[in-house]
């Protein structure tokens, strides 16, 4: 069956300091993968989307930047994160071609900038 | 553009009574998905509705999709506590992205 990790849990930063989240999926290949972020009480924010390695789309301009390094392997990185990015940031995946598309979410990673 | 509305954004429901939320998408679609975030929590799937006229069940909660009316609705029949949650409906609009699109979520209360 697969299953889709995220680490860490949470995390709190400074104001200016470097981000990265990591997200892998186990039990598929070729996932299509996406990060959300879900400010408080909030609904959900498309950041960022792949469909292969070394393909992303960015659909927000902001600080933040994606990479998948492996197949299945999602990152969510920032240089110098602002007050603005905290929240809850979710890794999603599904598989693409014709049928279902449902998207199955990891745990999340709560982050909060001091 | 594409667009997912859900209403009504909150609900305070009481116990046992029934209740629809409602999801409104804007442009043709045959696939739809409900999920469910209890608080602090991520989304977990609920309903996965494929066709017009689809109708899928679980426990308290129905779940139905009219694709000539773009309408999707929710409903909870005799309200319990422990279906207080935020629910979210997501719109498949097949792009090659395979992303989906989805609404603001209704987050929904139970009180004795």
């Known amino acids: 069956s697969q299953t889709i990790h995220q680490w860490p849990a949470t995390l709190v930063q400074p104001v200016g300091s470097p981000l990265s989240l990591e997200c892998t999926v186990e039990?598929?290949?070729?996932?299509?993968l996406y990060w959300y972020r879900q400010a408080a009480g909030r609904g959900l924010q498309l950041l960022f989307y792949s469909v292969g390695i070394g393909q992303i789309s960015s659909e927000v301009p902001q600080n933040l930047s994606a990479s998948r390094p492996q197949d299945r392997q999602f990152i969510l990185s920032s240089k110098k994160l602002l007050l603005s990015d905290s929240g809850f940031y979710l890794c999603a995946w599904n598989t693409g071609g014709p049928g279902i598309h449902e998207q199955y979410f990891g745990p999340g990673t709560r982050l909060t900038v001091t | 553009e594409l667009k997912v509305e859900q209403n009504p954004l909150f609900l305070s429901m009481q116990e046992e009574k029934n209740y629809t939320i409602y999801c409104n998408y804007s442009t043709t679609s045959d696939r739809l998905y409900w999920y469910r975030q209890d608080p602090g929590k991520s989304l977990e799937s609920l309903f996965v509705?494929?066709?017009?006229?689809a109708v899928k069940q679980e426990g308290r909660l129905m779940a139905s999709l009219d694709t000539k009316a773009r309408l999707s609705t929710l409903h909870i029949t005799a309200a319990v506590h422990d279906l207080s949650a935020t629910y979210f409906c997501a719109v498949d609009y097949g792009g090659s992205n395979y992303k989906l699109t989805f609404g603001k979520g209704t987050l929904l209360t139970v009180n004795p």
């Open positions: 039990g598929t290949s070729n996932p299509n």
């Open positions: 509705l494929l066709s017009n006229g």
